[in-house]
Every structure is written in C-alpha cells, then in structure tokens.
C-alpha cells in the first residue's frame, strides 16, 4: 500500500492508521527503516509535526525505534507484538517457554481437528527447511537460520489449526523467542535434545492422523524436553 495524501481533520490519528496498515501487511517489515521524515512529508501532504507526532505515538507503542544519527525502525508486526516484546524482557527463559507450551498445545490440538492436505503439505516442507536449516555440520553454521526455520514450522502448526486469534497470537509471541531458542539450540546438550528432529515429525504425524490427543502430547513433550535442557543449563 502506498503511501497517499491525508485529508485535514484528525492529521495525527490518520497517518498513525497509515503507518500501522503498512506496517501489519508487510510493506515495512520488521527490523526495516522507514523512509525519512521528508519523504514522508512529501508523499502525506502534512507538516513535519504531524508526522513527527505520528512516529512518536508509535515509538510509544513499541512498533517504532529510533537510532539517532540513523533513522526510525520497525520494532514489532502489531501493538500486540510490541506489548508481547516488552512483557518478555521481564521474564525468564523457562516463563517464555512455559506460555509458549500453553499455545503450542492447543494450535497442535486444533491443527489435527481442522487441518486440511494443503496444510499437511506445509508442514511437511517446513520439517523439510528445518532439516535443511540444521546443514551437515550442526546449527552452529547458521543458528539463526535454524531458529527462523524452526519457528516457521510452528507458525505452520498454528495456521493449521484454523483459528486466526490464535495463529496471530503465536506469531507475536515466537518473534520474541529467539533468545530462548538460541538458549537451547547453543546449549551444550546432545545433538538430539538440541534438534529434536522425531518430535517434530511425531506432531506433523499425529496432525495427519486427525489425532487431536497425540498432537497435542506431541508439542507437550517436544517443549518439555527443552524446558528441562533450560533448568539444567549453568547459571
């Protein structure tokens, strides 16, 4: 969506409504700069304090960040992933986990009640990128190529279960878990426990299955397992 030109009336409230809708479609995704306050006052026909009133509001929010002497970015996908990314400085590790274990359950549940062959297609490519995001050598050649795909595959289980409160709840949420995931994934545990490659084949399959029960066991077992590599890791 372009950019394009604001009526008068409540300038602020508008461009915020454009910025936002930018920002939730894509067209300026995460960890991108913005483009400069001129170039926004170009394309919106306002005054640079309307804009600058605009990003304020945001960098409020948590969805904007500026970096003096280098521009504005985008911190977070929607006020509820900004929100997600402030409460989870305050955790741990493990609590992230825990709440992670919560939604992860119910979208394998759900996934195995509502999913359909495309879906299954899915998920079988995202085991696919998630082996592939491993290499030959271990993780330790691209961790966060891993975790990204990891956390794709995922996405896939909560997208299957056909409920988009849930699958937008997830997506905020996992974006903040990268270093919990890198916690585990650099740990120095055993390859299987940092991988966990038949546990993520066992939830894919009993989501084939239309086995609601042994999915959701499935995603209870695979996050355990981490959560317990966590509580056992050196302080």
């Known amino acids: 969506m372009p950019l ?3 009526s008068r009336g409540n300038l602020v409230d508008a461009v915020i409504e ?3 809708e930018l920002i ?30 605009a990003v304020r509001a945001l960098t409020h929010t948590g969805l904007l960040a500026p970096r003096p002497g280098d521009g504005t970015y985008v911190m977070a996908s929607s006020g509820l992933g900004a929100a997600v990314k402030r409460r989870l400085r305050y955790g741990t590790a ?5 709440v992670r274990a919560s939604l992860e359950r119910d979208a394998a ?7 359909t062959d495309e879906d299954i297609a899915r998920l079988r490519e995202a085991l696919a990128s998630r082996d592939d995001a491993w290499g030959e050598g271990g993780a330790g050649e691209d961790v966060s190529a891993f975790i990204e795909a990891d956390l794709a595959f995922h996405r896939a289980v909560a997208a299957a279960a056909d409920n ?11 974006d903040s878990l990268r270093h919990a995931l890198q916690s585990v994934i650099t740990a120095p545990l055993p390859e299987l426990v940092r991988r966990q490659d038949a546990e993520h084949v066992a939830i894919v399959d009993a989501i084939e ?24 890791l050196p302080q």
């Open 24 to 53: 939730q479609k894509g067209e300026w995704p995460v960890g991108t700069k913005i483009p400069a306050e001129p170039v926004l006052v170009d394309k919106l026909g306002v005054g640079r304090n309307t804009v600058r009133e």
């Open 209 to 232: 299955r239309g086995d609601a029960a042994a999915a959701e066991a499935a995603a209870l077992h695979h996050l355990s397992a981490a959560m317990t590599a966590l509580r056992n």
């Open 94 to 98: 493990i609590e992230a986990f825990e």
């Open 18 to 20: 454009q910025f936002e």
């Open 164 to 174: 988009s409160v849930l699958a937008d709840l997830y997506s905020q949420f996992s």
């Open 4 to 6: 394009h030109s604001t």
């Open 109 to 115: 549940y759900y996934a195995a009640l509502r999913r």
